[in-house]
């Protein structure tokens, strides 16, 4: 079936695939993206039998909007991150991925229990100091609404997606031919002249009459035309706002210090190592028990025998547990070993374990200084949310039919901010809040003058506005765009009449004139381009660019064109030669290097219709509210 669907591929243009799965994400606050179990939740849509439920859309739902928040900042208009916005492509992904997923588990691969646990203990976010912590791996978990259980079903079934797609994208090749063709264009080379005849010389003897603009701007008021605008006077609350205010006295960090320390339990923390035989085969469970009776290297058996092939080149180390990590049995057998000793083999759901305990840690109290930082910027967070919820439960009442928000601004001891005239379109920062913006330009804010509610951007982060200024949709008088029409009109002549000198110098070289002798006769500097690829930035690029787009020359005659730069210079170019790129003059390295990159292309394009191809092949059912 996979060749089939690379024979249809031929003639397809090669893209690059974006991760269909992002395998773990940020722990924290955002959630996993892929289906997981969520209880007895309504089905929202069904993919060869296997259902998508409510919990696991919103889940997805959030992950989305987190991303993109965590992306953008708080300012995203509300409209694109609403649950209504999101749900159509959210669902589209949860299905693509269970199709992908089943595919996975169709061919056969499977990941181990050993394989997940390692997995798990190194990722990041479960981590203190670089070392898994199983009270933040449970708070996590708890976090998000996952037991142990599902979080684990989960990190197997992304595991094994990951191990398919790379399965397909690592398979993809790419021939001779492909890579000359892509050589041939890529490292083209082209030889050329060109001058450049710069308009801002002639804008300062160009004269533009007040007829002509009063003209320009009769004939083109569609360009011209502004967007309703308001000016805003606002308050914003954010704990930040008070926290810069408020000092902590070393005693109080010492006190809490202190405090914490009564609480403080310590936690013994075992390291272990494993060889892991995912089959039980008898011969080689005793193979190796033999050799560890004679005292061989454990970690040189582990690296010889291991199955665990994420610990097994580590010479089997695992990591640090506090009795949680492991399966039952594993935890059991390293809590009976002294430091050095290897147990007997033990047998759980990954196969059958020689563990080896490599050192006991009794974890101590941090000292005061070590603390002190991270408890006095918690004393003065704690603070500054205190003083903002007492801040946010008054300010409602501060603002209504304040003449002025001055006044409840000081009050409150925050800045009273300002935003001169803007629209719709071009406010910034917090005003450009979907949320902010619908307030600004209502009706009962805009017209009647009312300072708007307060606007709860999330739980500590909140505006109120008043709106100082307004401007109704409509055309700019003449006045305040005159100086763009002259500055139009002045750059619309000059650009005319270096046209007309472009078509002269043109003609004079269609007869054979030396392009160096013309250029020094009208005082411009002749640039000579040689080898030149494709690229270049600001002006040199749009120059490149037509360069490039030209025809190549025919034999004894050069291409020759002139065009306006964006700025409004006037461009000659004559085109001399041109080469193909040749791959065999490229070094072996960079050979390689382009075989590869044009392998990996043609991979994400295999795996993009194999997607395409499950999609279509799979019953999927959508529920009336999912539609």
Do not use: C, W
């Not at 809490?256 to 310590?266: A, D, K, M, V």
């Not at 665990?308 to 990591?319: I, K, Q, R, T």
């Not at 002006?539 to 360069?547: D, F």
């Amino acid at each position: 079936m996979l060749q089939s669907m690379r024979d249809n591929l031929k003639g397809t243009a090669a893209i690059i695939v974006a991760a269909f799965f992002g395998f773990i994400m940020v722990i924290g606050g955002i959630d996993f993206f892929t289906g997981a179990s969520g209880g007895a939740a309504d089905a929202v849509a069904e993919v060869n039998g296997e259902k998508i439920t409510n919990l696991d859309l919103q889940r997805a739902i959030q992950n989305r909007r987190n991303m993109i928040i965590s992306q953008y900042g708080e300012d995203v208009p509300a409209d694109l991150i609403s649950d209504e916005q999101l749900r159509e492509p959210v669902l589209r992904q949860l299905v693509s991925s269970a199709v992908m997923r089943q595919a996975a588990q169709d061919s056969g691969m499977v990941m181990s229990s050993a394989a997940v646990d390692r997995a798990i203990v190194g990722i990041p976010a479960f981590q203190v100091n670089g070392s898994f912590d199983p009270q933040m791996y449970r708070d996590a978990l708890r976090r998000m609404g996952y037991s142990p259980a599902g979080f684990r079903q989960i990190m197997e079934n992304d595991m094994a997606l990951e191990q398919y797609a790379n399965s397909v994208v690592e398979s993809a090749f790419t021939t001779q031919a492909d890579a000359e063709q892509i050589v041939a264009a890529s490292m083209e080379e082209r030889d050329f002249d060109y001058v450049v005849m710069p308009v801002e010389g002639l804008l300062a003897e160009t004269q533009v009459s007040d007829a002509e603009v009063e003209q320009y701007y009769q004939e083109n008021q569609g360009q011209y035309q502004r967007t309703e605008q308001v000016a805003v006077e606002y308050i914003e609350l954010t704990p930040e706002v008070f926290a810069g205010n408020i000092d902590i006295s070393e005693s109080d960090v010492r006190a809490q210090y202190e405090q914490e320390l009564t609480g403080f339990e310590s936690k013994l923390r075992r390291r272990a190592a494993h060889i892991l035989l995912e089959e039980a085969d008898a011969e080689k469970i005793a193979e190796i028990q033999s050799k560890l009776d004679a005292g061989e290297d454990f970690a040189e058996l582990a690296k010889t025998y291991s199955q665990d092939v994420g610990s097994a080149e580590e010479g089997g180390e695992l990591g640090y547990t506090t009795g949680d990590v492991f399966p039952e049995a594993f935890e059991q057998a390293l809590a009976a070993l002294e430091v050095g000793q290897v147990s007997a083999p033990v047998t759980t759901d990954s196969g059958t374990h020689f563990i080896k305990l490599l050192e006991v840690e009794q974890s101590e109290p941090p000292s005061f200084e070590e603390q002190k930082v991270a408890i006095e910027k918690r004393l003065r967070s704690s603070v500054a949310e205190r003083e903002f919820v007492d801040a946010l439960s008054r300010l409602a009442d501060l603002a209504y039919n304040a003449d002025s928000l001055a006044e409840p601004a000081e009050e409150l001891g925050v800045p009273l901010k300002t935003a001169d005239l803007f629209s719709r379109e071009s406010a910034s920062g917090v005003l450009s809040n979907g949320q902010v913006i619908e307030a600004a330009f209502s009706v009962e804010v805009k017209e009647d003058g009312n300072t708007s509610d307060v606007i709860n951007l999330n739980n500590e982060h909140s505006v109120v506005l008043r709106v100082t200024d307004s401007k109704p949709a409509g055309t700019y008088p003449l006045e305040e765009v005159r100086q763009q029409i002259v500055d139009r009109l002045k750059r619309d002549k000059a650009s005319e009449q270096l046209a007309k000198q472009a078509e002269e110098l043109k003609e004079k070289l269609a007869t054979g004139t030396s392009f160096a002798e013309l250029a020094e006769a009208q005082g411009l500097t002749l640039e000579t381009s040689d080898k030149t690829r494709r690229g270049g930035f600001a002006q040199r690029g749009e120059i490149n660019a037509k360069a490039f787009a030209l025809p190549a020359p025919s034999t004894g005659k050069d291409e020759v064109t002139s065009f306006a730069t964006n700025n409004g210079d006037l461009v000659v170019l004559d085109l001399r030669s041109v080469r193909p790129g040749e791959l065999s003059k490229q070094s072996k390295e960079q050979r390689q290097a382009l075989m590869q990159q044009l392998a990996s292309v043609n991979g994400g394009a295999e795996l993009a219709a194999i997607q395409r191809y499950l999609s279509d092949q799979a019953k999927i059912d959508l529920t009336s509210s999912a539609e």
